[in-house]
């Protein structure tokens, strides 16, 4: 239930740009309520949340992306794209796309979760396969 499918990834030239996107209509299509995002790991490191977007309205990113890269759903909610931009070696990571049957409002009720982040990725129920992203220098 609710497979996500990323796609999009490959190798770029610091300073270039790549869009992954993730085939959600399924997941979409189960949960009234929900956030949808995308995290990033290399190994030996922990998940980092990238960027999400959630059904009550709210678009956070992780700091280190601010101002770089935009998370997008499209209209007919199939597909969660990530336009990324200016990338830097840094960047380099394992691209997953994440979900959960909850929203922000949700989220924060929690208790440890503040405003204007994205949530820890222990919160996510649901997870695709992943895309490589490699940037070089």
């Known amino acids: 239930q609710g497979n996500l499918m990323e796609s999009g990834g490959g190798s770029v030239q610091a300073g270039g740009s790549l869009r992954l996107s993730c085939a959600a209509s399924?997941?979409?299509?189960?949960?009234?309520?929900?956030?949808i995002g995308w995290f990033r790991q290399v190994p030996g490191k922990e998940r980092e949340g990238v960027a999400v977007v959630c059904s009550d309205g709210v678009t956070n990113y992780g700091d280190s992306v601010k101002g770089r890269f935009s998370i997008s759903l499209d209209n007919a909610k199939n597909n969660l794209y990530l336009q990324m931009n200016s990338l830097k070696p840094e960047d380099t990571a394992m691209y997953l796309c994440?979900?959960?049957?909850?929203?922000?409002?949700?989220?924060?009720?929690?208790?440890?979760?503040?405003?204007?982040?994205?949530?820890?990725?222990?919160?996510?129920?649901?997870w695709g396969q992943g895309t490589q992203v490699t940037v070089s220098s």
């Open positions: 399924q997941f979409i299509g189960q949960h009234y309520a929900y956030c």
């Open positions: 994440a979900a959960d049957g909850r929203n922000m409002r949700a989220f924060q009720a929690l208790g440890y979760i503040p405003a204007g982040i994205v949530p820890p990725a222990r919160e996510f129920g649901y």
